[in-house]
């Protein structure tokens, strides 16, 4: 199995940008697909963003469509999210997860389809 490893989360103002990575560990990099979920306090965790193994395919949810850009390093084993225009409601902890059905697709967005997780970093964003 893959181990996960997040960094880069931290407190910043309405409007600021973040750039979260993920180093990979263990099997393969190339095996998975790769994910980003949040969970905000007393809430379900939520998808976020997904990339192919390729890096060809990518998805995002809504609220994050257009400002958020997840993309990977597949030399390095790294998957980043780069989080601009960040809101208050950005808030959370932010987790990265691998998929083993690692193609493009339009329905793995729940978080039983990933089988890895990070430990999770936090994002604070202030107005």
């Known amino acids: 199995q893959v181990q996960l490893v997040e960094s880069g989360g931290g407190l910043v103002q309405a409007g600021a940008s973040l750039r979260l990575s993920c180093a990979a560990s263990?099997?393969?990099?190339?095996?998975?697909?790769m994910g980003w979920f949040r969970q905000a306090p007393g809430r379900e965790r939520e998808f976020v963003a997904r990339?192919?193994?390729?890096?060809?395919?990518?998805n995002y949810a809504d609220s994050v469509k257009g400002r958020f850009t997840i993309s990977r390093d597949n030399a390095k084993n790294t998957v980043y999210l780069q989080m601009n225009s960040l809101k208050p409601e950005d808030t959370a902890v932010y987790y990265c997860?691998?998929?083993?059905?690692?193609?493009?697709?339009?329905?793995?967005?729940?978080?039983?389809?990933?089988?890895?997780w990070g430990q999770g970093t936090q994002v604070t964003v202030s107005l």
């Open positions: 997860a691998a998929d083993p059905n690692r193609g493009a697709t339009s329905t793995r967005f729940s978080t039983w389809h990933y089988d890895a």
């Open positions: 263990g099997r393969t990099f190339t095996s998975y697909a």
């Open positions: 990339i192919s193994w390729s890096g060809g395919s990518t």
